[in-house]
């Protein structure tokens, strides 16, 4: 089925923690589009969790020394990370304040650099970036053989 009516768009978790490298390499490679949900993190991250991976990204070093170098906030600098890798992003948010700070990221770029030490963030923790429905009920059926 998927040769005949292929996917327009696969909607993913996708972050510095969890980049998912390889699907995003063959959905661009198949002209599918990848959609990030949770670019700035997941939604199930407890503190112990955090602190296994190595600490909230807004507050990890390579996103604030860019933050710092570009005068944009935190948030902005995962979304434009997101973005650079050409996927697109839904931020989720109720305050209309970042709202527009979330659709203000088209007027920098992330250097190389700052591109591969966010991207350095995933190195060593695998699977366990995953942060995103890790609660969830159903994700028991994961462990069926």
């Given at each position: 089925?998927?040769?005949?009516?292929?996917?327009?768009?696969?909607?993913?978790?996708?972050?510095?923690?969890?980049?998912?490298?390889?699907?995003?390499?063959?959905?661009?490679?198949?002209?599918?589009?990848?959609?990030?949900?949770?670019?700035?993190?997941?939604?199930?991250?407890?503190k112990?969790?955090?602190?296994?991976?190595g600490?909230?990204?807004?507050?990890?070093?390579?996103?604030?020394?860019?933050?710092?170098?570009?005068?944009?906030?935190?948030?902005?600098?995962?979304?434009?990370?997101?973005?650079?890798?050409?996927c697109?992003?839904?931020?989720?948010?109720?305050?209309?304040?970042?709202?527009?700070?979330?659709?203000?990221?088209?007027?920098?770029?992330?250097?190389?650099?700052?591109?591969?030490?966010?991207?350095?963030?995933?190195?060593?923790?695998?699977?366990?970036?995953?942060?995103?429905?890790?609660t969830?009920?159903?994700?028991?059926?994961?462990?069926i053989?």
């Amino acid at each position: 089925a998927a040769t005949l009516w292929p996917p327009a768009v696969n909607q993913i978790e996708c972050h510095p923690y969890y980049p998912q490298n390889e699907l995003i390499e063959y959905c661009h490679k198949e002209g599918i589009v990848v959609q990030a949900y949770a670019a700035l993190g997941g939604q199930d991250g407890t503190k112990a969790k955090w602190k296994q991976i190595g600490g909230k990204l807004l507050e990890s070093t390579p996103v604030l020394e860019a933050s710092k170098r570009l005068n944009k906030k935190p948030a902005q600098i995962l979304l434009r990370w997101s973005i650079q890798r050409n996927c697109s992003i839904v931020p989720k948010t109720c305050d209309p304040n970042r709202m527009k700070e979330n659709s203000n990221i088209f007027d920098f770029e992330l250097s190389e650099k700052e591109m591969k030490d966010i991207a350095n963030l995933s190195e060593g923790v695998g699977d366990e970036g995953q942060l995103c429905w890790r609660t969830e009920k159903l994700r028991m059926l994961d462990k069926i053989p």
